[in-house]
């Protein structure tokens, strides 16, 4: 069964980039035909899907943040990366990192998901 584990620092000051990992286990994240994404809630807000990378390596972004966004992996390490830029306290969110066969995941009921690791932007 895929595990997914987000990782990263937890507090961000405005400006600067946010940085997040997403490891797997149990799985490649080669794998024919998977979408791996990042998605966020921030508080008392729904859930926010932000992009995605499949198993060929494209990648896929919400228009609303594509500007700021940037999703890699490293194949070798079986994980792959957020990079969020110019960041303000409205990037507070907890964000997750989840594996489904289409890009898009906005719903808990969709694919596999990571526990959630909470983003705080701040000065």
């Known amino acids: 069964q895929v595990q997914l584990q987000e990782s990263g620092p937890g507090l961000v000051k405005p400006s600067q980039t946010l940085s997040l990992i997403c490891t797997v286990s149990g799985g490649s994240i080669t794998t024919n035909y998977y979408y791996w994404s990042w998605i966020r809630r921030p508080p008392g807000k729904g859930l926010e899907w932000m992009g995605a990378?499949?198993?060929?390596?494209?990648?896929y972004y919400s228009p609303s943040l594509k500007s700021r966004t940037s999703i890699s992996r490293d194949t070798s390490k079986n994980r792959f990366t957020l990079q969020l830029s110019s960041v303000t306290p409205e990037d507070t969110a907890v964000y997750y990192c989840a594996r489904d066969t289409v890009a898009v995941v906005d719903s808990f009921d969709q694919g596999s998901w990571g526990q959630g690791t909470q983003v705080t932007v701040s000065s």
């Open positions: 990378i499949d198993y060929s390596g494209s990648t």
